[in-house]
């Protein structure tokens, strides 16, 4: 069996560093990680997906260096990821934050109940706003324009309903 990853290994090695010059020469990816197992050694399957093609790097580490070996140096689309360590040091013009798990954090403050939930709720009812703009626009019933007239009417902050957490 190892024999045969070898020689599948070896025979897509072109493949995959066609793949890993390709992703980061793209106008926007999705970045990630995930605890792996490797022979019995954790390490961590890190990947960049773009609309082309999806690369994966195996890692010993979580941190920055690994993030570096996946992006290259010269990456200069939009990247979104979550907040872990590693991409807090992307360039913030071309870093967003994943909706996915804002919505978790906005869920998590209304459980935490007080002035926490107002927030939440605010925030929560900001993002459905905000997503319902976006899908009229991808669905062709506004253009861009309209788009960004629509959210320039939105609050750049919370409710006043709420005070400012101590």
Wanted: charged letters at 20%; proline letters at 5%; hydrophobic letters at 40%.
């Amino acid at each position: 069996m190892v024999d045969l990853q070898q020689v599948a290994s070896t025979s897509l090695a072109p493949v995959y560093q066609t793949i890993l010059a390709t992703v980061p020469r793209q106008d926007r990816a999705n970045l990630d990680e995930a605890g792996w197992k490797e022979a019995g050694c954790r390490c961590w399957l890190w990947t960049m997906v773009t609309d082309v093609a999806t690369a994966f790097l195996l890692h010993l580490s979580r941190a920055g260096p690994a993030l570096r070996q996946l992006i290259g140096g010269d990456f200069a689309g939009i990247a979104t990821s979550d907040r872990h360590r590693p991409y807090v040091t992307l360039d913030p013009a071309r870093h967003q934050l994943c909706w996915s798990h804002l919505v978790r954090n906005f869920l998590a403050l209304v459980d935490h109940g007080g002035r926490r939930a107002i927030w939440g709720a605010d925030f929560l009812a900001l993002s459905e706003l905000v997503f319902a703009l976006w899908h009229r626009h991808r669905e062709g019933q506004i253009d861009r324009t309209a788009l960004t007239e629509e959210y320039s009417k939105y609050p750049r902050q919370p409710s006043s309903r709420a005070q400012p957490w101590t």
